[in-house]
């Protein structure tokens, strides 16, 4: 069975945390579309465009994995991919909140897509995208949270040098 997933979130930026869950994604389906959302009612650091470049950069290793954008309900977005797996990380039990509404919301929206919740590996599981602009914010030393490339855009738009 060729098994389509999708991937979304803000990725504001992207993060090693964001990766972990695309690399492991990649194993387990056949297609995983790594879907940035646009209409989101978060202040962002990074344009969508900006969003979409770096995760394509971050990702083109992998043959089965894509990257897009969506506008307007993920389910919707979903049928039109003919996807019917979401894939979410879950960080800690704080997660689990949020996540249980949307995914519950999600199903009641479209029954035939389930959402898959993968452990955030560890070495991860306290790193968000929240923490990366606020450390860098600060000048702080965000190189064990978001690979290179990352950093050096955060930085810049920032208007900081920040720590390596
Ligand atoms: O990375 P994030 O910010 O936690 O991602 C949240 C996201 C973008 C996946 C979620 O807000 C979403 O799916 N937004 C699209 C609008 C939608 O479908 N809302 C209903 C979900 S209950």
Same mark, same amino acid.
């Given at each position: 069975?060729?098994?389509?997933?999708?991937?979304?979130? =803000? $990725?504001?930026?992207?993060? &090693?945390?964001?990766?972990?869950?695309?690399?492991?994604? =990649?194993?387990?389906?056949?297609?995983?579309?790594?879907a940035?959302?646009?209409?989101?009612?978060?202040?962002?650091?990074?344009?969508t465009?900006?969003?979409?470049?770096?995760?394509?950069?971050?990702?083109?290793?992998? =043959?089965?994995?894509? %990257?897009?954008?969506?506008?307007?309900?993920l389910?919707? &977005?979903a049928?039109?991919?003919?996807?019917?797996?979401?894939?979410?990380?879950?960080?800690?039990?704080?997660d689990?909140?949020?996540? $249980?509404?949307? #995914?519950?919301?999600?199903?009641?929206?479209?029954?035939?897509?389930?959402?898959?919740f993968?452990?955030?590996?560890?070495? &991860? !599981? &306290?790193? =968000?995208?929240?923490?990366?602009?606020?450390? #860098?914010?600060?000048?702080?030393?965000?190189?064990?949270?978001?690979?290179?490339? %990352?950093?050096?855009?955060? $930085?810049?738009?920032?208007?900081?040098?920040?720590? !390596?």
């Open positions: 069975m060729r098994t389509i997933a999708v991937y979304p979130g =803000s $990725f504001d930026p992207p993060t &090693y945390g964001h990766l972990d869950i695309i690399d492991r994604s =990649s194993r387990v389906f056949s297609r995983v579309i790594v940035v959302a646009r209409n989101i009612r978060k202040e962002v650091l990074f344009t465009a900006e969003r979409i470049d770096m995760l394509k950069q971050l990702t083109r290793s992998y =043959s089965n994995v894509e %990257v897009d954008s969506f506008k307007g309900l389910m919707s &977005y049928a039109d991919k003919g996807a019917h797996v979401v894939v979410r990380g879950l960080r800690a039990i704080s689990f909140e949020y996540e $249980f509404q949307m #995914a519950h919301m999600n199903k009641k929206l479209a029954d035939d897509v389930d959402t898959v993968m452990m955030t590996g560890e070495r &991860y !599981s &306290y790193i =968000s995208s929240n923490i990366v602009r606020e450390i #860098a914010g600060f000048g702080g030393k965000i190189d064990d949270l978001v690979p290179e490339l %990352v950093r050096e855009r955060v $930085f810049r738009k920032m208007g900081k040098r920040g720590k !390596s």
